[in-house]
């Protein structure tokens, strides 16, 4: 006679258990970010790293912020449970607060942050079984499905160039991501390359970050940062940088070496 294999007989009690508690994770997996997002909006880092002292008690932190204790105390206690803050006890009892490196961390990647964990970006993620969907035989159809299309009715240049708010937000978080993250890696790994480099145009460069970065650290060098005009057209000015607007799909500015990140 065949076996038949129950759901109990297959898995463990302890099992189904810790399932029961993991999936929790998953129900409210949004809240990690959302709380993330909510201290950078209060500017929490911000406040404790310069108040001066390396602590500041719950009382203090309330005032500077505007915000109800009680509530504050929540916040603070989901952020300080993840090493993002420590929460020490005064001499006087009191609830106190001090920085972490990843609290401190929260200072420089904000608009990385803030752009990963905005509601258009959010929504493209909210799509992605659309690009999943009748792919199988690698339809080709369904290497056209772009998320963030199928959330926004348009590509996200296209959006950008609409959107001012979020032309901002996309070219500083991803500024942020390149003066935090990839730039020093580069610059400690394989600066080298740009020995003997005079002229360097960054493609697709955003709001020059970048450049400016790249001829602080190569003073011979010259940037030409090339984007889309929407995109240069509102960017800082940097000493060594010149903006160039256009599409790369038409033409590229010429330079020595062309860079695309
Ligand atoms: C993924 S972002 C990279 C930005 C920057 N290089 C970085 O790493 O932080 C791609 C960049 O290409 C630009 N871009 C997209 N299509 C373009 C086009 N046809 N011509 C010029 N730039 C374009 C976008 O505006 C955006 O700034």
Known sequence: MEETITKESKWKKEEEEEAKIQIYKYVFGFAEAAVIKCAIELKIANVIESHGRPTMTLSQLSTALNCSPPLL????RFLTHRGIFREETTPEN???????????????????????????????????????????????????????EVAHGKDIWSYGARNPGFNRMFNEGLGCNARVITLPAILE????????????VDVGGGNGTTLSVLVKAFPWMKGINFDLPNVVSTSEKYDGVEHVGGNMLDFVPKADAAFFM
């Open 189 to 200: 790994n394989c600066g080298d390359i740009f020995n003997g480099v005079e002229s360097l």
């Open 73 to 76: 105390f929540r916040i603070m």
């Open 94 to 148: 009191l609830i106190a607060y001090s920085q972490t490196p990843l609290s401190h961390m929260l200072i420089n990647v904000a608009p990385l942050l803030l752009l990963e964990n905005s509601p258009e970006i959010v929504a493209s993620w909210h799509n992605l079984s659309a690009k999943l969907k009748n792919s199988y035989n690698n339809n080709e159809n369904s290497d056209l499905v772009v998320p963030f």
